[in-house]
């Protein structure tokens, strides 16, 4: 039987965006995604809504205006106290009492609710919803209460008082006169919907735009065992997940570029007994340490996003739960992401340390800025009046209570917390540099301690010893001047790839794959594959760790080495990704956790048993093949056909056939499924043989340093020998000349991967004057070499004609 709508309930399948003035922000979102992406396949668990006025009946009802008002205009004047007015505006709303009709219905709908659940006394979440929030301006994230795990009517109607009650905590207050919200104007709508069972399962939080760096073709992902509340609230460190959206749509991709297991140790539950309806409890150890979702909930989330996003025509901040009982999900709140959507796409700034100290501590970095002060350790928010302005806040987590604090502070340490907890999004919203999940903040840093806290290094985040200098740069990107030259960066990091989005460049002229294996995986391939010859107990104990979770070594290396790549491609897709095959040295290979097992010891490790001459190699050849696996799944699985593959220093035409046999044998087979392979052209005999190394290779990159190194017999590591390395010797200049010229009689493009042409405008002259097909730089060096090829082209056109 439908229950027809009365004048103080609606249900969400009755409600709209356009119903804000009545339901506020949070249930018309709600309405919203019932009525429109349920098509798209978006769960909502079902409920109602109190309306607006059913709040203003209450007020009239207990006769609280007056008074109210009363109370916030001596607090205007300066009279009272925030604390003294907040807690005698609540204490007006938890005295008064639900006038008959009004509770009725609300028992009324609560009853029907369980009849269309199939559950007598449905436990529900009970959710303030105001009908100033959730604006593309203003978050106002957790001004208000939410009660979960809520049975029966009285603990209903009783959850409802309180969630009026909670539009004048001392935060809400606070936070309506900084945006200049009227209070008597604003009125509070409640959510009342079914509990999904979390508890059960998990829950988190997701954006459709990456947090820190706004790209927008991402979208991230936070989850943990247990109630969501934990990772809103930034009590645990949650799991990370990122999915590029563009490639969702294909149904047989699985786009995953980033997948962190956080350490989760305690969840939020349905308490067993007594007063309290939920209570924290520890997790186990196996829960620590797996993931809380799966590969394919990950990608069915990311959908989600995209259908929420589209719909509502801008990037949106979520919350969704798992049902642990049927294993679904739900999507239970959405609102629109009010930072990074705000930024200029047109404008980039950059942050640089001037130099580096001592590391202090390590975490999850919010923000690209820098900072630097004295530390202030706040363990308790009883000590919150004792903090200084403009010093670093470090404290364990941070709840709404703490925002007058945030805005005075230069940064922000926590010990607990992901990227979407309170720290992380009143920080972002602040403009004020954070430090997320750190573990041990508060244990490690001194009261009044000299810090510099730094952002501007990816998605890890730092804190030096001491006062550091750094300098801090805006550029208008439309500024920069179109090039025939094709201006493509290098990117290393995983982690950092998504700030240079902004960034005109062509794709990425150098992808080195040894600084994903020596930062994310850590071992030495043929360890995971050998770990029995490792003779390091202490090692074979931290590869064992590393791995837990996955069905073995080779899984590890392969799905971890193929997400850091993906994530270095997304930024330009569907722009070619140059990705670079491993070319550690045999002692850089060593260094990793079990390599002493495996690599030789060389007395010139630089022109030794490195590049291509591994790959074939029985001595490595296992480990090559993983590199392989990984990189066909990128192109594969994740969907990234933009890759390329790139042999590092390939000494002989007969070395290249091997190493080509060697990648077809591994699903690398040049030609197929699109897939290109180049050769660095960093070998003397690459240029003298360029002709018949072209008929194996669909491109070139020039190598300047390996080039330099073996034309002029120049250590380059050597510093006494320093003065001599210069790649505009005239030397090595005849060699790229040479090389530009015979690859183009060949018929295939030629680039080059380094810093001389930023660092000498005259070697970047030479290079367009010579006709090189691309220039891939640092990121934080592209807009002053886009600028001086730019030059270079104009006064090469003009001498041509």
Same mark, same amino acid.
């Given at each position: ?164 009650? #909670? ?11 900084? $945006? ?64 590029? $959206? ?5 149904? *047989? ?13 305690? $969840? ?87 130099? *580096? ?22 363990? #308790? ?30 940064? @922000? ?11 992380? @999004? ?85 992808? *080195?794959?040894?600084?994903?294996? #020596? ?238 042409? #930023? ?12 006709? @090189? ?29």
């Amino acid at each position: 039987m439908h229950i027809p709508e009365r004048d103080h309930i609606a249900w969400f399948e009755t409600l709209g965006n356009g119903d804000v003035p009545r339901v506020g922000g949070k249930n018309a979102s709600l309405g919203e995604m019932v009525c429109k992406l349920a098509a798209r396949g978006v769960r909502v668990p079902p409920g109602f809504a109190t309306t607006a006025e059913a709040y203003r009946a209450y007020i009239a009802a207990n006769g609280i205006a007056e008074p109210l008002r009363d109370r916030l205009a001596a607090l205007q004047r300066g009279d009272a106290t925030l604390h003294a007015t907040g807690e005698a505006a609540r204490r007006l709303f938890l005295d008064g009492e639900f006038p008959f009709a009004i509770a009725d219905e609300i028992r009324h709908a609560y009853r029907e609710l369980g009849r269309r659940t199939g559950v007598a006394e449905a436990s529900v979440a009970v959710r303030s919803s105001a009908t100033a929030e959730d604006l593309p301006d203003a978050s106002f994230a957790g001004q208000q209460e939410s009660f979960l795990n809520v049975r029966g009517e009285r603990e209903l109607l009783d959850a409802c008082r309180r969630c009026y009650a #909670s539009l004048f905590t001392d935060r809400a207050i606070a936070y309506r006169q900084a $945006k200049g919200f009227d209070h008597m104007e604003v009125a509070l709508s409640i959510g009342v919907q079914r509990m999904v069972r979390s508890d059960l399962g998990g829950a988190g939080v997701m954006f459709s735009i990456d947090t820190e760096s706004g790209f927008p073709r991402a979208a991230v992902i936070n989850a943990a065992w247990g109630l969501g509340e934990t990772v809103v609230q930034g009590s645990v460190d949650p799991d990370k997940y990122e999915v590029f $959206k563009p490639l969702l749509a294909d149904p *047989r991709l699985m786009p995953i570029v980033e997948k962190t297991c956080g350490g989760k140790e305690r $969840k939020l539950v349905y308490a067993s007994g007594g007063s309290a309806r939920t209570v924290i409890a520890a997790t186990t150890q196996r829960e620590r340490q797996a993931f809380v979702l799966s590969d394919q909930e990950i990608v069915q989330l990311g959908r989600w996003a995209v259908a929420v996003e589209e719909h509502y025509g801008r990037p949106m901040d979520v919350e969704w739960a798992k049902d642990g009982e049927t294993g679904e999900l739900y999507l239970v709140q959405a609102r629109p992401e009010t930072v990074q959507s705000a930024r200029s796409a047109g404008v980039l700034r950059t942050w640089r340390l001037k130099s *580096r100290g001592k590391v202090l501590l390590t975490g999850g970095a919010v923000g690209e800025a820098i900072a630097s002060g004295r530390a202030c350790v706040i363990r #308790s928010a009883e000590d919150i009046a004792r903090f200084q302005d403009g010093a670093i806040l470090v404290t364990e987590m941070t709840d709404p209570d703490w925002v007058p604090v945030m805005k005075r502070a230069a940064g @922000i340490v926590t010990d607990h917390g992901g990227i979407t907890s309170h720290a992380a @999004i009143v920080s972002r919203e602040l403009g004020v540099p954070a430090l997320v999940g750190t573990g041990r903040g508060t244990a490690v840093l001194l009261d009044g301690q000299e810090l510099t806290l730094s952002c501007a290094e990816g998605q890890q985040g730092f804190v030096y010893e001491g006062m550091l200098p750094y300098e801090s740069e805006e550029v208008d990107l439309s500024a920069i001047a179109p090039t025939r030259t094709a201006m493509m960066v290098n990117v290393a990091s995983p982690g950092a790839a998504f700030r240079w989005w902004r960034l005109p460049a062509k794709g990425v002229g150098l992808a *080195r794959l040894e600084f994903i294996i #020596s930062n994310a995986v850590r071992v030495h391939p043929m360890a995971l594959l050998h770990p029995e010859r490792v003779a390091d107990a202490a090692q074979r104990r931290d590869i064992e760790a590393l791995v837990r979770g996955y069905a073995d070594g080779a899984d590890f290396f392969v799905q971890t080495l193929a997400r850091g790549v993906a994530k270095l491609a997304a930024p330009f897709h569907p722009h070619p990704v140059i990705v670079r095959l491993s070319d550690f040295k045999t002692n850089e290979y060593a260094g990793l956790l079990g390599g002493a097992a495996f690599e030789p010891k060389e007395e010139n490790p630089m022109i030794g048993w490195r590049g291509a001459s591994r790959y074939y190699d029985p001595r490595y050849r296992e480990g090559f093949a993983l590199e392989c696996r990984a990189l066909a799944r990128v192109r594969g699985e994740l969907g990234f056909d933009n890759v390329i593959v790139m042999v590092p220093f390939c000494r002989t035409t007969e070395e290249a056939d091997r190493v080509l046999a060697v990648m077809a044998e591994n699903g690398l087979s040049r030609g197929a499924a699109g897939l290109q392979v180049y050769m660095m052209c960093e070998v003397p005999s690459n240029v003298i043989l360029a002709t018949q190394f072209a008929r194996r290779f669909d491109g070139f990159s020039i190598g300047s340093n390996d080039l330099t190194q073996l034309v002029l017999g120049v250590d380059r590591d050597s510093a006494d020998l320093a003065r001599l390395f210069d790649e505009r010797n005239e030397a090595v200049t005849t060699f790229i000349a040479e090389a530009i010229a015979r690859t183009h009689a060949a018929g295939i493009k030629i680039g080059i991967c380094g810093q001389a042409p #930023s660092n000498h405008p005259e070697f970047a002259r030479f290079l367009v004057q010579q006709g @090189i097909d691309s220039i891939s730089l640092n990121p934080d060096s592209f807009v002053a070499a886009a600028r001086e090829v730019a030059r270079a082209e104009q006064e090469h056109g003009a001498a041509a004609g």
